[in-house]
Nanobody
Framework: VQLVESGGGLVQPGGSLRLSCAAS????????MTWYRQAPGMERELVAT????????NYANSVKGRFTISRDNAKDTVYLQMNSLKPEDTAVYYC????????WGQGTQVTVSS
């Protein structure tokens, strides 16, 4: 199993980023996928969840209306579109495969700063 995040970087407040998580080594279309984040000194928190077919999504209250999770099962990739970014969104963002054998990616840094 492998999950490889990309798309992080430095962005100004109010800006946007799109994170990608490319999956391999398992039947991607069969699993719920999630995005988490962890800010310095803080616990890792769940940001967004998407069902295996992409038809159901859920978000943390702190990102609702600003972030959108989506997936392309033909490309074995899950995305996190982040708009109207705030300094408090600064964190390492991780994708995670759910299931009996959960698996984490290595993370990608997002820094929101002027």
């Amino acid at each position: 199993v492998q999950l490889v995040e990309s798309g992080g970087g430095l962005v100004q407040p109010g800006g946007s980023l799109r994170l990608s998580c490319a999956a391999s080594g398992f039947t991607f279309s069969s699993f719920v996928m999630t995005w988490y984040r962890q800010a310095p000194g803080m616990e890792r928190e769940l940001v967004a969840t998407i069902s295996s077919d992409g038809g159901t999504t859920n978000y943390a209250n702190s990102v609702k209306g600003r972030f959108t999770i989506s997936r392309d099962n033909a490309k074995d990739t899950v995305y996190l579109q982040m708009n109207s970014l705030k300094p408090e969104d600064t964190a390492v963002y991780y994708c995670k495969k759910l299931g009996i054998h959960p698996y984490w990616g290595q993370g990608t840094q997002v820094t929101v700063s002027s």
